[in-house]
């Protein structure tokens, strides 16, 4: 067999989220977004006011100490930074018709320091942090009016950050509005009112937006490279019975339809058919499919877990917002996501068959419990061997991806830092390389400590992968 071998070129690097690690809520002209009245995640309610429980309101303020922390980027070797750029510090109500200069002075300050460290930033331009204001005033995607303001958005990052940041993300994990609408569409009607009506014209607005975004950014960056981010989770039969293969294929389709329409340009018949059983009628405008013809240059996803998918009664599992049966075969994480590497394999050569597009991993990582001990030499560690296990199981499988042929531009592991947990917004739940001394009752100091992983990680990237 031929011995894995990453390309020369590949883009080893790290991701994050405004929302989940800059803090500096209300700083500088900053704007509500709908995190900031999410202090329990996709879990319970959202709360009139910010309230001082919510840990993303300081998170781990990336936002003053950005600098150091890019340092330790560049240390480890980071080719790429994932991060996003939140609408509301730029856009504070998100229908402004000028955008907040200071808000756009950081990120001209983090991308000056990716550049002198010779780091591509890649830009999501919606990660989960509608400002509040289209939330409530619109209902979020729910209301054709977003598609402009986002495009008005885009057009200001486009025009500021030409030249400097070649990979975009049109929006995180696009597929789980299905499962999160107001975290991820900022749709304020509760889950259990919203008619599947609603749901899929709010998704038509992202999709038109998103394929609007493609075009004004090839008009504006030529040789910039837009992506779509798809939450990605494979689904396998539970059982071989073919109804539980059949309840499998649909619900992948649910999820393929997402990118299908991103990477492909159409909506696919599958999903007009599930539709028009369901009583769906998207309203389309005029130019809508044509601006869809919009397609993106790469797929891009997250990968955390796998799920199986019977007709009978099952035992449920986790996972970030997308969950299934519970697979026999798989130990799980403290917080119940099941562990399943070959899984990013099996996803790597499905979309890559599918779309015959390059394909980048942009989240993928372990949230764990980590304990923080004297490292012998004056500081601190995190004897993280069980992340590294983790990530060297998950990168073994990308390397066989490219075995069989696949076209990976890179890997962002998520919260390279440690950050708040999308789901739970818990900080005990950490991803990171970096351990940062922050806990959910708010106290700690701050401070950045590397873990066992920080060194592992380095030497991952310093030999291209050969040494995992
Ligand atoms: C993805 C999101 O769903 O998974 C991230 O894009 C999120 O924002 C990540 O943080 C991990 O999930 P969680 O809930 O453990 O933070």
Redesign the pocket.
Known sequence: MKPIQFPENFLWGGAT?AN?CEGAYNEDGKGLSIQDIMPH??KGEPTAEPTPDNMKLVAIDFYHHYKADIKLFAEMGFKVFRFSMAWSRIFPNGDDTTPNEKGLQFYDNVIAECEKYGIEPLVTIS??ETPLNLAKEYDGWHSRKLIDFYLNFCKVLFARYKGRVKYWLTF??IN?ILHSPLMSGGIMTPMDKLTQQDLYQAIHHELVASAKAVKLAHEMMPGAMVGC?I?AMPTYPLTPNPDDVLAALKTEQKNYFFGDVQARGYYPKYLNDYLDEQGVHIQMKPGDEEALKNTVDFISF?Y?VSACETTKPYIPSEG??LGGAKNPYLKESE?G?QIDPVGLRVVLNEYYDRYQKPLFIV?N?L?AVDKLVPDGKGSYTVHDDYRIDYMRRHLIEVGNALRDGVDIMGYTS??CID??????AQLK?R?GFIYVDRNDDGTGTLERYKKDSFYWYQNVIKTNGVCL
């Open positions: 989220a989940q995640g996709i990660h989960y995180n994990e789980s981010m939450l997250s955390y970030n917002l917080w996501w989240e990582g949230g998520w919260g950050l708040v947990s999308a789901s739970t739940k991803y």
